[in-house]
């Protein structure tokens, strides 16, 4: 009894010692941050977790009051315990009341803040001259987001409300076309908002192409202005692979902008050899390299998008180089900078002609261009190997963008003058199958920028080198196909049991998307099928070659 007596009390002590005090429960607290991004018709509202508490968060967000009372919005957006809803479809000029919420059982709230809309931003319209063909143009709206539809009346006389009319609700772009050529339209732009109100804009005008009108060349040679002008159409009117070339183009030139890229120019753009120190020629190499394609990425994207973000952007980078560097040093100095510095030049083609780029601005460069990197060029033009090749292109760049017309015919006659030498009847390039596992690769950087400078040959003087053979059947054709016949097979290449052969993704892939255009070979589009869109980063003579395809007959 004694024993039972004891366990009765050993237990109901176990139990007075357990009963603690029941921990006590806290609710989750929120902070209410000042509102961000506001414009005509959206805002960004931030808030903040400072306590979880002790429950389970159920879901956290901002209330809006917009004068009938507050309405909750999940968050759209966190980072840590920073959160933010975006705010779309609001009245311009307008305050409104919002605070920060938390709902862990019971909804705490964060202190009210306000922020008032700007007054109504109404779209700019625009017209790119190198958008008007021979029988239509291409409108461009900017700030269309708090509008259901846009458009233009257009006429031959006086456009009016009552005049044919095009129209869009879903791409900043209007085709107008059916026109006729050489002929000059009043254009009438107009917008609707959501409550059906019409709004009519500012007065354009513009004239359709002249068929008869005779071709000048310019600066536009690596991209045509007639390249640009079919791509931006296919763009518009949502044909592949065009359409999601250029998503992706976009999303690159947005992560640049995003990001904060910053330039990487320095004065002296040194390059030691690769085994002599492996770490600045990578870093100095990779600088130029992400200098160059962020600037070629946001020129192209504004050229065929209209929004000066982008080309903004492509003017910083061009303005960093042409005002910093001065020089180039270093055993592989001379190519690296003709190799890697292209891009750039490409990028200031692109912005050449625009309202962005001044020509004080564009004589700046030019004289860059000048002094350094076609000096870079020059200086290796006249080798054997594919140092010749980078040397030729850089220096027909040069003489595109500067319009030096004796520095173009005497880089078309270095090409010309050793053609046959560099490729074999065959088609193999001797000069570059003999590096051991990587002959493959040195043939494919030969072609590549004999290829872009014989592009840009012929689209300054007309001359068609692509076609160009010998007695012996050699041609640029043949060097190829002997290149893509190995890559296939590289059980073929007799001059390394195991070659480096590239990938449909990146090289040669870049080089049969691009030359498809030019030789129709349709071995070269079954390599690449299901690599598309092809971008090529790695240096800058076929980038963007699904996007910005090439064309012997005008894009006609």
Known sequence: ?????????????????SC?????????????????????????????????????????????????????????????????????????????RYRAFVDDGT??????????????????????PIMISENSAIVNFSRVAPYK???????????????????????????????????????LPYVIDNNSHVIYLDKISFQTLDPSAVKVAGVHNM?????LRFVKYNIVRRVEPYSTAYRSLIKDADLIIDSEQEHNAIADFYIPGYYQDPVTHRANV???????????????????????????????????????????????????????ACGLVIAAELMNGTELWGVVEQNQF???????????????????????????YASLLSASITENNAEVNENIRLIKSDLFIKIAPDGHMPEEVGRNAD??????????????????????????????????????????????????????????DNPTKGSPTKWPGNLMEALYGIYKNQEYVDYVAGSRPIVYKDHFTWTFPTLMPLSLTDYK
């Open 1 to 17: 009894m004694k024993i039972l007596f004891k366990y009765i009390a050993l237990c109901l002590f176990a139990v007075f010692i």
């Open 20 to 96: 603690d005090k029941p921990e006590a429960v806290t609710s989750a607290k929120v902070e209410t941050l000042e509102a961000s991004e506001v414009t005509d018709h959206t805002a960004l509202c931030k808030g903040k977790i400072i306590d979880k508490g002790s429950g389970t968060i159920a879901r956290y967000g901002i209330e809006l009051d917009d004068g009938s009372g507050f309405k909750p919005f999940q968050r759209t957006m966190t980072s840590g315990n920073d959160f933010g809803v975006q705010l779309n479809n609001l009245v311009p000029n307008k305050t409104y």
């Open 107 to 128: 909804i705490q709230y964060g202190s009210e803040k306000q922020f008032t809309t700007l007054a109504q931003m109404v779209p700019n319209v625009t017209l790119d």
């Open 149 to 187: 539809e846009w458009g233009v009346h257009y006429s031959e006389t006086s456009a009016t409300s009552a005049s044919p009319v095009k129209n869009e609700n879903f791409q900043a772009d209007v085709i107008v076309d059916g026109l006729k050529p050489n002929t000059k339209y009043d254009v």
């Open 223 to 227: 991209h045509p202005i007639e390249q």
């Open 286 to 340: 990779a600088g130029m390299d992400n200098d160059a394609y962020a600037a070629y990425a946001t020129a192209l994207a504004y050229r065929l998008s209209g929004d000066t973000k982008y080309g903004e952007k492509a003017l910083y980078f061009l303005k960093a180089w042409y005002t910093i560097n001065k020089s180039y040093s270093g055993y592989d100095g001379q190519l690296a900078m003709a190799r890697s």
């Open 366 to 392: 030019n004289r860059w261009v000048q002094e350094v990197y076609q000096k870079s060029g020059n200086s290796i033009r006249n080798r054997k190997n594919n140092w010749a090749d980078w040397g030729r």
């Open 439 to 496: 002959g493959m690769w040195y043939t494919y950087f030969s072609l590549s920028p004999l290829t872009a400078a014989v592009w840009i040959a012929y689209n300054i003087t007309g001359e068609n080198i692509f076609e160009m053979e010998s007695n012996e059947g050699a041609s640029i054709q043949k060097a190829v196909d002997f290149l893509l016949e190995h890559v296939k097979d590289p059980s073929k290449w007799e001059w390394h």
